[in-house]
């Protein structure tokens, strides 16, 4: 008998391969997917394939909120309705995701990139943090320096995220920037992009000066 694998076909493997890096994908689960893209036609593989592709090659940071977007400014900064001077603070672009999906936020975002976490090696530099301070200090230069301005710090109720919020609170308010921090209700240590659209629209109308 002979001791070789039979089943082995290396295309196939190198396919459950890419499925398996995804997060949250197992090995049992990568080769169901790798064989359900074996299904595809020529022009559905061609299709999935362009996609990812063009979502490297498209998707550009917004150059005002540092968010994902299609265009050198996104829809949302574009948008003449939204308010310039309320700007919600948050850790990455699935949390401007589930803020936006409640439909009740008027302000505009700004997209840290993640949070101050020393162990992994990263300080608040690796963050979009200088951008923001060059941010409020344009919003004063165009409106004056009696413009209100508020920085509602949404990052994650996790301890970097705290940290974090208590660091930019730090060098905003001198700049006399209100600075507050979503009201209890999303569970410590849990994710705003996982909350409960009750619990996130309450965290955000019960926000409280930090
Ligand atoms: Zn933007």
């Known amino acids: 008998m002979s001791s070789q694998n039979n089943t082995f076909v290396a295309p196939l493997e190198r396919l459950a391969e890419q499925f398996r890096k995804l997060p949250g994908i197992g090995k049992k689960n990568a080769y169901r997917l790798a064989y359900h893209v074996l299904e595809y036609s020529e022009s559905e593989a061609q299709a999935f394939a362009q996609a990812i592709l063009d979502a490297k090659r498209l998707i550009c940071r917004c150059k005002i909120c540092q968010n994902i977007s299609d265009r050198e400014i996104c829809g949302i900064c574009s948008d003449s309705r939204r308010k310039k001077n309320v700007i919600c603070l948050v850790e990455d672009p699935r949390d401007v995701a589930a803020i936006e999906k ?6 505009v975002y700004h997209v840290l990139g993640g949070v101050i976490s020393p162990l992994d090696g990263k300080g608040p530099e690796k963050l979009k943090i200088a951008e923001l301070l060059e941010r409020i200090k344009s919003l004063y230069s165009e409106n004056g320096d009696d413009y209100k301005i508020e920085v509602i710090a949404a990052t994650n109720p996790t301890v970097e995220g705290e940290a974090t919020a208590m660091y930019i609170s ?11 921090r979503l009201a209890k209700g999303i569970p410590v240590g849990g994710d705003l992009e996982y909350a409960d659209d009750v619990t996130l629209f309450k965290a955000i109308e019960g926000r409280v000066e930090i």
């Open 170 to 180: 730090r060098l905003l308010k001198p700049l006399g920037v209100k600075v507050t």
């Open 102 to 107: 409640l439909g009740e936020f008027d302000g």
